[in-house]
């Protein structure tokens, strides 16, 4: 056993490196483990499991399709809207519509950013019309088209 001699210091070369990484690593895995991380996702409600149907009346739907090119079309129209075109469209469908459901509908080939962005015009139109004081319930359906 070694004896220390009176007023002698250990020098910062007789400690082990090694060791520190080890409380390093324990430190970092525990900081990991004890960290909650928060819910991120889409807010909307998605269809039960139990398949339940209800018939909902035609001027109660909005369709806003996204087809393969990206471009936008609304209830089968011929000719493509731009999104600032489409924001207003839903404004005014949800504002004159209590009951209004949204269809958004995909080409599966259609670029991923441009559904996104007609998703983000819609949710924009709900937000402005929440701030307005003017209440609507969020009625959004997605959906995802067949490979013609």
């Known amino acids: 056993m070694a004896r220390f001699k009176k ?7 007789m400690v082990g490196e090694s060791s520190m990484s080890d409380v390093a690593f324990l ?8 960290t909650t991380f928060p819910e991120v996702g889409l807010p909307l409600i998605l269809p ?3 398949g339940d ?7 109660n739907v909005m369709q806003i399709i996204t087809a393969r090119s990206g471009v936008h079309f609304i209830d089968l129209e011929e000719t493509p809207t731009e999104l ?6 839903v404004t005014q469908r949800v504002r004159d519509n209590e009951s209004l ?5 995909t080409h599966a080939e259609a670029p991923y950013a441009n559904m996104i ?4 015009m819609v949710m924009l139109v709900y937000d ?15 959906k995802m088209l067949g490979i013609e």
């Open 7 to 13: 007023g002698s210091s250990i020098s910062a070369d």
């Open 27 to 34: 430190l970092l895995v525990f900081f990991i483990v004890s």
């Open 48 to 50: 039960s499991a139990s």
């Open 53 to 59: 149907v209800t018939q909902v009346k035609r001027d």
């Open 84 to 89: 600032p075109r489409i924001k207003e469209i």
């Open 101 to 105: 459901i949204l269809s958004l509908e």
């Open 117 to 120: 962005e007609a998703l983000d």
């Open 128 to 142: 402005e019309l929440d701030s307005a004081g003017i209440k609507r319930d969020k009625r959004i359906s997605l």
